[in-house]
């Protein structure tokens, strides 16, 4: 599982890493973070795709949420029995089982 989040996290820190320089124009001096090709890139996009491209980031941040979602799904899924001990735990020290009747 650690290698499946690994493959899930790099790509997005990469491109969430240059769409912030890039926008923001901090390029250390080089042409990949420049403001220019940032518009350049989602111009050719949104051409692509045909919408606008001032919506293509939103899309992009809609898509990592649904990847997101569905990777912590399949993680709390392995996970259940150990995630339901851990509230069990938690509820029952919080609210305490009473064991029976007491005389």
């Known amino acids: 599982m650690k290698y499946v989040l690994a493959v899930w996290a790099t790509p997005l820190a990469l491109f969430w890493g240059w769409y912030f320089l890039s926008l923001n124009d901090i390029n250390f001096g080089s042409i990949y973070l420049s403001r220019r090709l940032h518009d350049l890139v989602f111009q050719i996009y949104g051409n692509v795709l045909g919408v606008d491209p001032k919506t293509i980031p939103a899309m992009i941040a809609h898509a990592c949420i649904v990847d997101t979602a569905i990777l912590i799904a399949i993680w709390a899924f392995r996970r259940r ?23």
């Open 81 to 103: 029995r150990e995630i339901a001990a851990s509230a069990r735990r938690r509820y029952e020290r919080y609210f305490p089982v009473e064991s029976g009747p007491s005389a």
